[in-house]
């Protein structure tokens, strides 16, 4: 499990969720959405290669 938080402007409620969605889905990430607020979205990408230096 890799989550990985992403900041949202808050000016508009769906928009910014839905660019970052986007830009995962068109590196072909698989994610799953696990919270949502208002300025923020953090996500879960189990299969990310993630360096812990």
């Known amino acids: 499990m890799t989550l990985v938080?992403?900041?949202?402007?808050?000016?508009?409620?769906?928009?910014p969720v839905?660019?970052?969605?986007?830009?995962?889905?068109?590196?072909?990430?698989e994610f799953s959405v696990l919270y949502r607020f208002d300025q923020m979205l953090i996500v879960d990408i189990p299969n990310?290669?993630?360096?812990?230096?």
């Open 48 to 53: 990310a290669n993630v360096n812990s230096n």
């Open 5 to 15: 938080a992403f900041e949202l402007s808050g000016e508009h409620p769906d928009i």
């Open 18 to 29: 839905a660019e970052v969605i986007g830009a995962l889905e068109s590196e072909d990430i």
